[in-house]
């Protein structure tokens, strides 16, 4: 903020680095899992290890740019992930909540009957423009640019 970013360029300089980050990690994970496991489709093990990453960091950001503290975030983060994945893969909260993409994709990959995956793409790629629309709206009201006052002339 001191050297002239506006908010939109502060959030996109969170987002990208995290992006490249987790989905060089998660395509190690995808490479792991298929070394460990026979999946019946490894593009659909590939495409569930891929659709986490801008899912996970667009929510990262939306519930950084809602909550306040850290430490309330982190639970709320920890809470709807741990509640989806305690969830049976036909329950019908899944499709309410952001990770069914993934889920479904690691579904298919395992053999098991799962979305199409047409649906199982606009459903997550919805839900990361949703979060990031809620990150930038967040970041807008919270990051503010104050204009400085001119500096008292000299005598």
Known sequence: MLIGFRPAELMLGRFLPLLVGGT????????????????VSVAALFGSCLLVPPIAVSLGLAVAAVLPHD???TLVIIGLVGIQLAL???AWVNGILPMN???QLAYLAGGFPADPVGLMLVHSLVYVVALLAIAAAGWSLRVRVRRGRPA???Q
């Open 24 to 39: 060089a990690f998660a395509a190690l994970v995808g490479v792991a899992m298929t070394l460990a496991s026979s999946p």
């Open 101 to 103: 993409g993934p889920i």
């Open 88 to 90: 049976s893969g036909g």
């Open 152 to 154: 008292a002339p000299a």
């Open 71 to 73: 430490l309330e975030g």
